[in-house]
T-cell receptor
Framework: DADVTQTPRNRITKTGKRIMLECSQTKGHDRMYWYRQDPGLGLRLIYYSFDVKDINKGEISDGYSVSRQAQAKFSLSLESAIPNQTALYFC??????????????FGEGSRLTVL | KQEVTQIPAALSVPEGENLVLNCSFTDSAIYNLQWFRQDPGKGLTSLLLIQSSQREQTSGRLNASLDKSSGRSTLYIAASQPGDSATYLCAVPTGANSKLTFGKGITLSVRP
């Protein structure tokens, strides 16, 4: 089984629908992240969480929200999906120590298409 | 603001060639640098993590070096194989919360 699991792996939805992408990890890491990847734009950070009570906006958080339900679970929601949110979404986890970010581990990705 | 650059964006080489992939960053105040591999439509797989106190890290046919003072890292792939075809990305932690800044990657194609 994968250490970082994302569900669903693929989703097609319509404009205005609410969508939730879920991420769970078995690595025991405190830090979790949501990224989106678009051709030509690379990886961009949406939200990140350093523990269950610490959630922070990344560089492109508008239109998204997150919930850290437990140390192992971090979900991303699109309250009202729009076509330019069509992208490949990645969850990641990392180790931490003295405030530093260690090695980053990614899930397999969730491909979202908004029509 | 940290900027991470990987040039060229794409590279095609014949099988068996030794090759070097470059990564440059503008802010040298980093404490580690990580190289990833991404296959099409897949997640990123961590290849090597180099701490700032190290100059090199090796894993099999891969060797990564880090020169903080010049703002550069290289990923050396020995005896390339078609299975090495993928996109290779580098990333550095940036800012007070040590969020990673990624390069856009180099797409490598190894021809049989």
């Amino acid at each position: 089984d994968a250490d970082v699991t994302q569900t669903p792996r693929n989703r097609i939805t319509k404009t205005g629908k609410r969508i939730m992408l879920e991420c769970s990890q078995t690595k025991g890491h405190d830090r979790m992240y949501w990224y989106r990847q678009d051709p030509g734009l690379g990886l961009r950070l949406i939200y990140y969480s350093f523990d269950v009570k610490d959630i922070n906006k990344g560089e492109i958080s508008d239109g998204y929200s997150v919930s850290r339900q437990a140390q192992a679970k971090f979900s991303l929601s699109l309250e009202s999906a729009i076509p330019n949110q069509t992208a490949l979404y990645f969850c990641a986890t990392s180790t931490s120590g003295t405030g530093r970010t260690g090695e980053l581990f990614f899930g397999e990705g969730s491909r979202l298409t908004v029509l | 603001k940290q900027e991470v650059t990987q040039i060229p964006a794409a590279l095609s080489v014949p099988e068996g060639e030794n090759l070097v992939l470059n990564c440059s960053f503008t802010d040298s105040a980093i404490y580690n640098l990580q190289w990833f591999r991404q296959d099409p439509g897949k997640g990123l797989t961590s290849l090597l993590l180099i701490q700032s106190s190290q100059r090199e890290q090796t894993s099999g046919r891969l060797n990564a070096s880090l020169d903080k003072s010049s703002g550069r890292s290289t990923l050396y792939i020995a005896a390339s194989q078609p299975g090495d075809s993928a996109t290779y990305l580098c990333a550095v932690p940036t800012g007070a919360n040590s969020k990673l800044t990624f390069g856009k990657g180099i797409t490598l194609s190894v021809r049989p």
